[in-house]
């Protein structure tokens, strides 16, 4: 049985596709067409999951799509009725209602078929039960709680859930206009970040502030006695005028989300080329701390709810390492598992496996232990892409590729590390990744001024072997997707600076052996040279999704200050 699932008509369209159960393939279709969050029909990553299963689409039985148009459609028609929103956005909402309705039409169109030769059957997944689904049936828990929260999807913002088996049961909801993401992006927004997903950003700018407006802000976001949340909607825009979204042809696009009431009570919104002021710090570090209270908030009375001891998260919230690094210092779960692909780009994998376990009734499957699942590339096609290119090289194996790289690390090298399948999800986990050695003071400089080109204020990550994390980090976890922050060891801060950042903390990603043999044994090639079992590790891009082809990374290795280039066993020096 093949099922593809497929996130369609919002930002980070994907993918991926599982042959009983299986998960062969997924990619986010910005890898392919290189512009960031790329929304719309996701064709060239539909082409490469049917690549990679080697079958044709009338080949598929299942097409499981995360969304639903047909979800929540009455309370979407009485808000716009209620609100009596804007014609032009009602218009446009209209005609992305159609496009997700229509799909079997684009598939239809896209591969040429005629009446009666596509056999799958199509399946709507309401958004949210995607989100459940792609981090519950995905993890090794037969029983958990569940939260899947962000701006919006389907109408619905948060939805949390029990799952037991192969079966979940939805709990409760939070519905539009009321919506933490929401709360998170207007603040972004006014803090002059306004591109779709550039919510990290403040969390990267929190550390430098103090948490000065936090009385201020629990005017604005107020926490319910059942556990839930909502907002007071007068300093948005959305629930009265609504917001004009782009979601197709490029990079996903919004209007500002914040109100005159937020403009006249909290000062005008910052300039992008604005200098960041302390204030600007301060309020940075008061949306993430009031973000980090609700998450706990909703987990609390959702363990309570469930007297569960574990819990799986999804979502774009759910992408907030800071706040996840905390879960379990923070709420009485004892453990959480939080996919690769926590964002949207996920929900084609939720959507899928939501058919096979939830609606076929199949057996769940092995759980997501990694996230490489995307494209990948032989030493003989690197070598013909470079003899065609006439550039000089020269081939490694084993250690002798591992002690190479380690002594261009050690004498302030930079490098960019293309291993294996891409990683399918947002961070880049040693397998599309620009390496430094961690010990460096000018590291940071080095990377965002000659490569990366970004806001200084912005942390770089420590990989380190799994088995030195209680050396290292005040907790001790397994974070295989780098998708939590923890406190690094003050007595440890001074030995690795590039990837301490201000207060103290690291986003890790934990290397095993046995799920990742070739970055572990750089990384432990490092530590027997240096006596520190870490590397930094940054995505491998500049100002562009992370690279997917070996030319693609020849290109941002020749236009940057990189110092070496790995492709596979193949080294390319300056």
Known sequence: ??????????????????????????????????????????????????????????????????????????KKALTALKNRLNLSNVINRVKNLKKAASIEEEFIEHFNLKAGELKAKFHNVEHHRSHLA?????????????????GFGDFTSTMTGLGKGNKIEVLETVSYPHSVGVFYTTFTQWLGFPHYGDEYKVMGLAPYGQPTHLEQLRKVIKFKDNGLFELDLKYFNHPSKGVNMVWEGGIPAMDSLYSEALLNEFGPARKADEPLSQDHKDWATSVQRITEELIYHLLTHLQQKTGSDAVCIAGGVAQNSVANGKILLKTPFKKVYIPPAGHDAGTCIGAALWVYNQLLDQPRTAPMLHGYLGSRFSNENIEELLKQKNISYQKLEGEALFSKVTDCLINAGVVGWFQGRAEFGPRALGHRSIIADPRREDAKEILNTKIKRRESFRPFAPSILKQHIPHYFEQVDDVPFMEKVFLIKEEQRAKIPAVTHVDGTGRLQSVEQSIEPKYYGLINNFYEKTGVPILLNTSFNENEPIVNTPEEALNCFLRTKMDMLVLEDIVIER
């Open 1 to 74: 049985m093949y099922i593809l699932g497929i996130n369609a008509y919002h930002g980070d369209s994907s993918a991926c596709i599982y042959k009983d159960g299986q998960l062969i393939a997924a990619s986010e279709e910005e890898r392919f067409r290189r512009i960031k969050h790329w929304a719309g029909f996701p064709i060239e990553a539909i082409r490469f999951c049917l690549q990679e299963a080697e079958i044709s689409i009338e080949e598929i039985d299942h097409i499981a799509i995360s969304r639903d148009p047909k979800a929540n459609l009455g």
């Open 134 to 150: 792609s981090a519950f049936f995905a993890s090794p828990f037969e029983e958990s709680a569940l939260l899947s929260i962000d």
